[in-house]
């Protein structure tokens, strides 16, 4: 097996704990700062693992330039505002539909990896892919009679549009992130992944402290009092991270991506034990067609 695989199902996990860390988190907090405790509580323990791996394992500290500044702070930006729509939507729909509208990412990952890195596609990965985009619009018309109209409005409606728009700015993100990873003149990807995941956080840390230092200064108080929950979802933000940067560094982006939406499997385990959140036989079928997808993947 491929190592890029087991990192990308261990980033997939530690990314939908995350997400669950957040909808709870997103009853004391706003927006954004639900948004916000990803970063500010995670930045510190990447810094960590950068030094660990400097001062423990030997790695040698890669030198930035400015490609790699460009990809961080595109990447970052990207990531804060594709974060912020995903929480929002999980006050609109339930906890799965809210995270399956964002996994149209793979297909965007792909196409903005084909048009910014000239990354190439197997018909055979392209089909996956597809099969498991179709899982994913299936889950978001779980409430819905089949019908062309309804396709309309699952594919074009106000809640699908903020889901896709947040997958579209993840993919970015992801594709940001690779091309700062790969810019680095590294020891190797490990280490360039985790210098990327530490500047990057540590930006989104600075931007966000600053946007709500303008906006609203109690959310800042109310962040810091819920400092037990939100040091959980830092914690599970970077370690989920680094399992990304990682493996986004030794495979492409639509790949890793693609495989990623195993986490629609964890996310339907923590919608019903969790959240309490009664599946259909659509959601179930989405289910199916993704995990069909992610096997089709990875024999390609």
Known sequence: MELWIPITIAAAFCQNLRSALQKHLQGSLGTRGASFVRFGYGFPLAVIYVLVLHFGVGYALPSPDLEFVFWVVLGGLAQIFATMLLVYLFSLRNFAVGTAYS?????????????????????????????????????????????????????????????MASGGLFAIASISFRSASLSLNGPNSIMQAAVTLTCVTIFQTVFMLIWMLWKDKREIVQVVRTWRSSALVGLAGVVGSACWFTAMTLQQVAYVKALGQIELIFTFASSYFLFHERLNRMELSGCLLIVCGILGLLMS
């Open 103 to 163: 996994k149209t990412e793979p297909v965007q990952a792909a196409i903005f990896g084909f048009i910014i890195l000239g990354d190439k596609l197997t018909s055979g990965g392209i089909v996956a892919i597809i099969v498991g985009v179709v899982g994913v619009m299936l889950i978001s018309m779980a409430n819905l009679p089949i019908s062309w109209r309804n396709l309309g409005t699952a594919m074009v409606g106000r809640i699908a549009l903020i889901g």
